[in-house]
């Protein structure tokens, strides 16, 4: 058998990640243990976490130096020790950044073969639970209401935005660019996309959500949740997804203006929320998604790089707003 | 019938509010008008909010130079013109800054004669129902939970900490000044105090708090609600009630670092409030403050400055820290 590839998180970033955090390592390829299966990766996910991750603890405990870089995969299983799986599955879980993963079996999902291995990692994988969750359970947009998604051309914001739409919303996203802006609209259905870079975020808001907003599913944090505060409806929601602004750095700004004060004055809640806290409804989300991306009613946008050298650019890539859909590498 | 003393809003405050802002005119009593009452005032209450209101917007109209100074309190009938109300009747209301007031009756509360006046302004009044569905609706703290409250010697937050003892929490509250750090803990029951001014926040919470922050009654934002989330545990909810921190000024600073941040990694829910928003359970609340009234098991905080045309300064000293409990004028 061959060597086993590993990107290992080398050194702390100070400000932006990059290609100089990390160094490729080739080690033996481990043995599966009591219990486990020896997973061999096909496709390795890109997460904006990835760089919380290396700053401090957040939902997990903090990367080290010298580890092997933190992140999901697919793959298959090639050898088995545990009943319940057998090589040829196909599995997810934190492989990390790696060709070959020895892990237990009770930390990989297996997957049904019918679906594309693509689609585990975006729709029918975190993101789209992420998107599913937030929107539904946090956000909790009715009929009629108008919902902004910021990031929404990323892995998440791009199916958030997709089952807000299913809800009857009239749906409005932040990205970067004329072409991304485009994309969201002609491609994913959106009704309006704000370039957050390029535009006057409060006039472009007010334009593109004539009646306020009553639901925010927050990306990014910074001056896109500002704006969105100042432009909610009295009993507005904020779901908290992410802070992908704040990530890229080592030197996070203040909070917004208008927290808590937009809170109280609008009755706003704001909620955090990790997807791992709705595990326990996991079958049914992600029996939904499969219906309706069998359906055509979401589209999975997926970027894909190919080739696990890349891991480094394609992450410093994605800080960089350079994937449409959720970006993932095959191995 | 002697002339009706009333205090205007003369001039927007710059900076803190003061008598500056305000001037004291004399008006004919007015007539009651058809389905109207005439209310002579016997106390007056005095709020944070009160400074916002000059401000701007808030959940009520902003108020303008030349305006009679708006405000609750309560009174008695002397004459009615509405089917439901008699003279002698005890009501409450939003009868602005004066001694007497015509208003229409379905705009007035009646109360039950037993209770004692000063009780209908504070524990039986805005404040009690305030501190009721705000801890127990927004807050929602469990049994063995750890709960701060800002501003827990005031009108709001000296009720809001005196309910989560009820509900078998450990509860800290945040004031200035030894002395009322001493009072909340002796006299209404908290378990442990912090001065805000006068210790290290973080020290001082992470050793009145060992096992963290569960549920945060938020009445000021500012610096307690930054180190607030930061000892949060997951889950953690803040019940945004006022940002008092922040009224007095006329250039708010930003919001705290943590958010969106914490909110994300700790899952915490921030939700801001209005108490008219509860009305249509304002009897049971009612109720319930009462009763723990009577049997003692919370006190009802009374400050009570004597005469009309101490308003103004009643209310810069407020801003100041000056009173315990709820802060009234009697008229």
Known sequence: MTANRQWIYARKPEGEVGPDNFELRETPVPDAGPGQV???????????ASRAWMQGATYRSQLHPGDVMAGWGTGQVVKSNAKNLSPG?????ETGWQEYSAMPAHALVKH????KPEHLLSALGIVGLTAYFGMLDVGR?????TVLVSGAAGAVGSLAGQIAKLMGCRVVGTTRGTDKCKWIVDELGFDAAVDYQNENLDKALKAACPNGLDVYFDNTGGQVLEAAL??????????CCGVVSQYNTSTPLPGPFGVPGFL????????????MDFYNRRAQAEAALARWLDEGKIKAAVDVVEGFEKMPSALAGMFAG???GKLMVRV
């Open 141 to 145: 947009p009715r009929p009629g209401e």
């Open 230 to 239: 100042r432009r909610m409806n009295v009993f507005g929601r904020v779901a």
């Open 264 to 275: 109280v004055t609008k009755r706003i809640r704001m909620e955090g929320f990790v997807v």
């Open 38 to 48: 020896l997973v061999k990766t096909t496709l390795l996910s890109l997460d904006p």
């Open 112 to 115: 049904d073969k019918k679906h």
């Open 322 to 324: 350079k994937n449409r």
């Open 89 to 93: 599955d196909v599995v997810s879980g």
